[in-house]
């Protein structure tokens, strides 16, 4: 489906790509990774045709249509559902065809390719995706220019996940959404019937949703079969073999050239001393590992412990308006050691808890007690849009260590990963991960109680995040993290709690059953809307008529059709979920991923059925 041969490109005369080459079959979903500035989005704009390569080319099949997320947010006035609609482009051009087309035999063609794209249907399935990326029935009607920046962005995602390309491009994906559209999201990849190729630093994402890695390095494209544990594990198990091989081959020279420095000057082995300095000459030598180590977090542990508890809320409410509270009856109580994580969509109030904590908030009702030495650490994602361009790293540390000497400042900031020509780099010439790690530097500066971390690893790649969460993990504070990672969650929280329905309170379960969660309530609204549109019907139709037996058998033939799929699908989960497929058997692991979405699209199907003849 889409083939990238020989690929060449250069920035400034930094070479990103160098004759990269691979070949991603129909119907594939890759993830593509690699170190943050190794240019994985220039490969994006490359495939796009956005940039002209200085050598290679990128093909595609013939009338094949490529599709990726606009990169100017929609913000006019037209409807979200509008303009999701508008996303795809022959649907929104045959629409307007058709409204003034005389010829019969045209009015043909638009009518037959309507049906054949399922036109009728195109509305609920843009409302469908809008519903999962978190938009509700109300807001989808509203105008784009009534929402920030951040869900302006699902709108563009949307758009693009409607339009349905053969081939879909997705960079970073799951940045701007909330953990429950990221658990939709994954859902939706696994089932898009096309081609998807994806850059993302999520690691559940690429566990869950893709069936192939494709590794960007030194300017070379490698594409390993699995998700990303196994692509790991590939990684290592080739770079192992790699230095067994350098050193054999380093054995190998020592042992020729100690047989030359022998034996060049002796008469009778001069013609082997020859020999082996022209099979020296071929040797081709094997390249030596470079590892591009992440620079360590670092959050100083809080110097005087206070007992428990922290922080103490007593049927507190909490709000922006007086008279409109956002989160109401919060009874809880934070410990020392407690690491908990936020649950909810967005918009129900995690980050307004968040400020209720870190005490940007003040309680409308009800109490928060927490003792006045209590010192909190922020870190939001929203802080980056504030940090002065015109700053450096070492400016922000002179002033919170005014008294301190330029070596002690130097010295922390080397702690938090700025070497010299970092730490006097202007801030608007740092990388997204280079700003967020200044503010977790601000955040954790004056040894905190309490981290308060949301969203923090949007700028973060994957060696990044896993520095991350064994900086979490050795800190011994308390934290509260908001996050749509999933693998953040679970390798750092050991209590949940669920913001929903005006209120703050703990989830008795794990991710796993947050998850069924979401998807069970996901599918629970969209039967309630089928329903709904059903059962509201003209009032000149005519009562419907009492159940027969022949709807009755109907009912429990899909009934058993139902558990027959779920069964199969749970057993095809338990053969998934074990690694050792994908690498001892990996073209049977690719055929039980394909098999799996299609019995989860045969289980919608059933689904949609018994529900009809439940109606009827």
Same mark, same amino acid.
């Given at each position: 489906?889409?083939?990238?041969?020989?690929?060449?490109?250069?920035?400034?005369?930094?070479?990103?790509?160098?004759?990269?080459?691979?070949?991603?079959?129909?119907?594939?979903?890759?993830?593509?990774?690699?170190?943050?500035?190794?240019?994985?989005?220039?490969?994006?704009?490359?495939?796009?045709?956005?940039?002209?390569?200085?050598?290679?080319?990128?093909?595609?099949?013939?009338?094949?249509?490529?599709?990726?997320?606009?990169?100017?947010?929609?913000?006019?006035?037209?409807?979200?559902?509008?303009?999701?609609?508008?996303?795809?482009?022959?649907?929104?051009?045959?629409?307007?065809?058709?409204?003034?087309?005389?010829?019969?035999?045209?009015?043909?063609?638009?009518?037959?390719?309507?049906?054949?794209?399922?036109?009728?249907?195109?509305?609920?399935?843009?409302?469908?995706?809008?519903?999962?990326?978190?938009?509700?029935?109300?807001?989808?009607?509203?105008?784009?220019?009534?929402?920030?920046?951040?869900?302006?962005?699902?709108?563009?995602?949307?758009?693009?996940?409607?339009?349905?390309?053969?081939?879909?491009?997705?960079?970073?994906?799951?940045?701007?959404?909330?953990?429950?559209?990221?658990?939709?999201?994954?859902?939706?990849?696994?089932?898009?019937?096309?081609?998807?190729?994806?850059?993302?630093? @999520? *690691?559940?994402?690429?566990?869950?949703?893709?069936?192939?890695?494709?590794?960007?390095?030194?300017?070379?494209?490698?594409?390993?079969?699995?998700?990303?544990?196994?692509?790991?594990?590939?990684? *290592?198990?080739?770079?192992?073999?790699?230095?067994?091989?350098?050193?054999?081959?380093?054995?190998?020279?020592?042992?020729?050239?100690?047989?030359?420095?022998?034996? *060049?000057?002796?008469?009778?082995?001069?013609?082997?001393?020859?020999? *082996?300095?022209?099979?020296?000459?071929?040797?081709?030598?094997?390249?030596?590992?470079?590892?591009?180590?992440?620079?360590?977090?670092?959050?100083?542990?809080?110097?005087?412990?206070?007992?428990?508890?922290?922080?103490?809320?007593?049927?507190?409410?909490?709000?922006?308006?007086?008279?409109?509270?956002?989160?109401?009856?919060?009874?809880?109580?934070?410990?020392?050691?407690?690491?908990?994580?936020?649950?909810?969509?967005?918009?129900?109030?995690?980050?307004?808890?968040?400020?209720?904590?870190?005490?940007?908030?003040?309680?409308?009702?009800?109490?928060?007690?927490?003792?006045?030495?209590?010192?909190?650490?922020?870190?939001?994602?929203?802080?980056?849009?504030?940090?002065?361009?015109?700053?450096?790293?070492?400016?922000?540390?002179?002033?919170?260590?005014?008294?301190?000497?330029?070596?002690?400042?130097?010295?922390?900031?080397?702690?938090?990963?700025?070497?010299?020509?970092?730490?006097?780099?202007?801030?608007?010439?740092?990388?997204?991960?280079?700003?967020?790690?200044?503010?977790?530097?601000?955040?954790?500066?004056?040894?905190?109680?309490?981290?308060?971390?949301?969203?923090?690893?949007?700028?973060?790649?994957?060696?990044?995040?896993?520095?991350?969460?064994?900086?979490?993990?050795?800190?011994?504070?308390?934290?509260?993290?908001?996050?749509?990672?999933?693998?953040?969650?679970?390798?750092?929280?050991?209590?949940?709690?669920?913001?929903?329905?005006?209120?703050?309170?703990?989830?008795?379960?794990?991710?796993?059953?947050?998850?069924?969660?979401?998807?069970?309530?996901?599918?629970?609204?969209?039967?309630?809307?089928?329903?709904?549109?059903?059962?509201?019907?003209?009032?000149?139709?005519?009562?419907?008529?009492?159940?027969?037996?022949?709807?009755?058998?109907?009912?429990?033939?899909?009934?058993?059709?139902?558990?027959?799929?779920?069964?199969?699908?749970?057993?095809?989960?338990?053969?998934?979920?074990?690694?050792?497929?994908?690498?001892?058997?990996?073209?049977?692991?690719?055929?039980?991923?394909?098999?799996?979405?299609?019995?989860?699209? @045969?289980?919608?199907?059933?689904?949609?059925?018994?529900?009809?003849?439940?109606?009827?």
């Amino acid at each position: 489906m889409l083939h990238i041969n020989g690929l060449t490109y250069r920035i400034g005369g930094r070479l990103l790509l160098e004759e990269a080459a691979v070949a991603i079959p129909e119907g594939h979903k890759v993830g593509i990774v690699g170190r943050n500035g190794v240019g994985k989005s220039t490969l994006f704009r490359l495939i796009l045709g956005e940039i002209p390569a200085e050598a290679g080319a990128v093909t595609l099949p013939r009338n094949a249509r490529i599709g990726t997320v606009a990169q100017e947010a929609p913000g006019g006035p037209e409807s979200l559902i509008d303009t999701v609609l508008a996303g795809d482009a022959e649907l929104t051009a045959l629409l307007a065809e058709a409204e003034t087309a005389t010829d019969p035999h045209r009015i043909a063609e638009i009518q037959i390719r309507l049906a054949d794209i399922d036109a009728h249907s195109a509305r609920a399935r843009a409302a469908t995706i809008l519903s999962g990326l978190g938009f509700s029935d109300e807001r989808q009607e509203g105008p784009c220019s009534a929402l920030s920046g951040g869900w302006r962005m699902r709108v563009a995602l949307a758009a693009a996940l409607f339009a349905a390309p053969d081939v879909l491009l997705l960079d970073e994906p799951t940045n701007y959404l909330d953990l429950e559209g990221a658990i939709w999201l994954k859902s939706f990849i696994r089932d898009y019937p096309h081609t998807i190729v994806l850059i993302s630093h @999520d *690691r559940d994402l690429l566990n869950e949703a893709v069936g192939h890695i494709l590794h960007l390095e030194r300017g070379k494209l490698t594409l390993y079969q699995g998700n990303y544990d196994s692509f790991e594990r590939q990684r *290592r198990e080739k770079q192992a073999l790699t230095q067994k091989l350098r050193k054999k081959q380093d054995d190998q020279r020592k042992h020729m050239m100690a047989f030359v420095d022998r034996f *060049r000057y002796k008469a009778s082995k001069a013609r082997q001393a020859q020999s *082996r300095l022209k099979a020296l000459s071929r040797l081709e030598p094997i390249a030596e590992l470079v590892e591009d180590r992440v620079a360590p977090f670092f959050f100083p542990n809080p110097e005087k412990a206070i007992a428990p508890p922290l922080v103490q809320w007593d049927k507190a409410s909490v709000g922006y308006a007086a008279d409109r509270a956002v989160l109401r009856n919060i009874t809880l109580r934070l410990d020392p050691d407690d690491r908990i994580a936020l649950l909810g969509s967005n918009g129900n109030g995690k980050s307004t808890f968040a400020k209720l904590l870190c005490g940007k908030l003040a309680c409308m009702a009800g109490e928060m007690t927490a003792p006045a030495r209590l010192s909190v650490g922020y870190f939001a994602q929203h802080q980056l849009d504030e940090i002065s361009p015109e700053r450096t790293p070492y400016s922000y540390f002179s002033e919170l260590m005014p008294d301190e000497p330029e070596s002690r400042r130097r010295a922390k900031l080397g702690a938090h990963g700025f070497g010299a020509a970092l730490a006097d780099s202007r801030c608007d010439t740092l990388s997204g991960g280079e700003k967020a790690r200044l503010l977790f530097a601000l955040a954790a500066f004056h040894a905190p109680h309490v981290l308060v971390l949301d969203e923090p690893t949007n700028h973060l790649d994957v060696d990044s995040r896993e520095a991350l969460i064994m900086a979490i993990n050795d800190y011994e504070g308390a934290v509260i993290l908001i996050s749509h990672d999933r693998h953040i969650i679970e390798t750092c929280a050991d209590a949940l709690w669920l913001v929903k329905d005006g209120t703050v309170k703990p989830f008795d379960g794990d991710m796993d059953d947050y998850t069924r969660l979401v998807l069970d309530t996901a599918r629970e609204n969209r039967r309630a809307e089928r329903a709904a549109g059903k059962v509201q019907a003209p009032a000149s139709r005519p009562a419907p008529r009492p159940s027969s037996a022949a709807t009755q058998k109907t009912v429990e033939k899909l009934d058993r059709r139902m558990e027959e799929l779920r069964g199969k699908i749970a057993i095809l989960d338990d053969a998934l979920a074990d690694p050792a497929l994908y690498s001892e058997a990996p073209m049977k692991a690719a055929d039980f991923t394909r098999l799996r979405a299609k019995l989860a699209a @045969d289980l919608e199907d059933t689904e949609n059925q018994w529900l009809a003849a439940q109606l009827e």
